[in-house]
């Protein structure tokens, strides 16, 4: 050790508690900025949730009023049918659904981004229109149109002389569903499938097309594959709506109560237990077993896809 060295650490000790204090400085602040988010996500976000998952421990009885019941009311859910049945539909749902709007966004959003497509800024606008339509207004409009005496699909069936079929009945209610989600959510998957294109550098476009590659070889080369990151999110988010699919099947079910029981979705069904039940403790369980799967099937299409990408 030199005789400078006291020296350099004596003026270093002041240089260092300045840094400490301008360090304790940002934090402070930085706690300050993000604390109205923070009050506002816990008022809104964790304290329900852990309300809800206060009342899923307890049951409602005529006598004694609300006792504490633990894993009862999970168990006596894990054994409803009415659950089973809807997390079904809502798994056939999602293996149908959700490949056909995925297909039909990547491809208008390959074909937006290949500039051949005339009006393509209109084009693109009335894709992703129905996006900004709620899907109140939605559901209303397609049932008015899917309606068997009035609707406009059966007036054109009628037109010209054929015969409609009824797309309220009990076997054709979920297609018709399918088709309203399509619709709707079409048009936002692919802007963010387009917008992840737009980020691929035109160079490799350029390259490829020096080598003689076609517009159908670069999209299957360069742009299927830039696109992996962007569809992996839209996979996850059409899962997540899929498994939280009430908005469409509650209001259909006032179009065509036959053909939509109280328990068409899990969502559906927790609601009509709470509301119309009045059976809040039992639907706080039915509303965490869905998030849980929901949760757990998320995490697997993740971790297979990410898998997958490390092994090409």
């Known amino acids: 050790m030199t005789a400078e060295t006291p020296r350099r650490m004596a003026l270093s000790a002041p240089a260092a508690r300045r840094s400490r204090g301008i360090h304790a400085g940002q934090t402070r602040t930085a706690w300050l900025l993000i604390l109205p988010f923070l009050l506002v996500f ?18 409602s009885k005529l006598v004694g009023g609300e006792v504490f019941s ?28 959700m490949p056909i709007m ?65 797309l309220l009945s009990p076997g054709s209610i979920l297609g018709s569903t399918m088709n309203i989600v399509c619709w709707e959510f079409v048009g936002y998957n ?29 999209a299957w080369s360069i742009k299927l594959p830039a696109l992996r990151p962007a569809l992996l999110l839209t996979l996850i988010f059409s899962i997540i709506g899929s498994f939280q699919l009430f908005n469409e099947p509650n209001l259909l079910f006032n179009i065509a109560p036959n053909a939509i029981g109280s328990d068409f979705t899990p969502n559906l069904y927790a609601y009509n237990l709470a509301f119309r039940g009045q059976d809040n403790n039992y639907a706080a369980a039915i509303a965490f077993l869905l998030g849980f799967v929901v949760m757990i099937v998320a995490f697997v299409v993740q971790g297979v896809t990410n898998r997958k990408e490390r092994q090409a």
């Open 102 to 166: 995925l297909a039909a966004s990547t491809f208008i959003a390959l074909a937006l981004d290949s500039q051949r497509v005339r009006g393509g800024k209109f084009v693109r606008l009335l894709v992703f229109v129905p996006y900004a339509v709620p899907s109140v207004v939605a559901t209303l409009m397609w049932g008015y149109l899917y309606g068997k005496d009035y609707g406009l699909i059966t007036q054109m069936f009628d037109a010209v002389g054929l015969h409609a079929p009824d």
């Open 42 to 59: 816990a008022a809104f976000f964790t304290v329900p949730l852990g309300y809800s998952a206060y009342l899923s421990l307890f049951t």
């Open 70 to 97: 633990g894993l009862d009311n999970y168990s006596r859910a894990l054994h409803d049918p009415h659950f089973w049945e809807g997390l079904r539909r809502v798994a056939f749902f999602l293996c149908v659904q």
């Open 190 to 218: 692919m802007i963010v499938l387009y917008a992840a294109l737009r980020s691929v550098p035109n160079d490799l476009y350029e390259a490829a097309e020096i080598d003689g590659a076609g517009q159908w070889r670069i």
